[in-house]
């Protein structure tokens, strides 16, 4: 089996995880950045930390890296072309300028110094304390400064390389 159907039988097979979806927001000097993942998760209740993997070529982690700050905005159900435009190599203020425009809620505000978007299920903002090489990577762990989660929605999920819900509509 060749290195490409390698990563192809891989991708298909962990795509068999259903995750949530969620959009790495971050702010520097020319404005906010952000990135569509699901590779996010709880790494320890003490201290509270959280782990974000970014691809080395992207242009958040740059912000990520200058800031020393990041967010992560869990999406609710309807928050899917919202995962879209910000899954694209779009510049950073295109992706947040369809926010106040085609799309809807109130856009996005800043909290502990990331970018919080209006629209999101929930939001954890966290202070950078590790960034880690792994293969085409960067694994980043975040200590938790802040957090809300305004309502019950439900919450976008990814699997099987498509978006979803729990109820799988």
Known sequence: MSAADRARAY???IGLFATG???V????PDGPAGMTTNAVTSVSLDPL??????????????VVRASGRFGVNILARDDEQL????????????????ITGELPGPGWSEAHGVPVLGSALAWI??????????GDHMIG??????MAAPDGREPLVY???AYTTIAGE
Do not use: P
């Open 25 to 28: 927001t971050s702010a520097g």
């Open 49 to 62: 930390l959280t782990l974000v993997c970014f691809d080395q070529n992207s242009r958040t982690l740059d």
């Open 125 to 134: 903002a966290c202070e950078l304390r590790e960034l880690h090489s792994a």
């Open 11 to 13: 991708r298909d097979t």
């Open 141 to 146: 762990i975040g200590e938790v400064v802040g």
């Open 83 to 98: 995962a879209s435009v910000f899954a694209t190599k779009a510049l950073a203020l295109e992706k947040f300028e369809t």
């Open 159 to 161: 699997f099987r390389g």
């Open 21 to 23: 979806v969620t959009i």
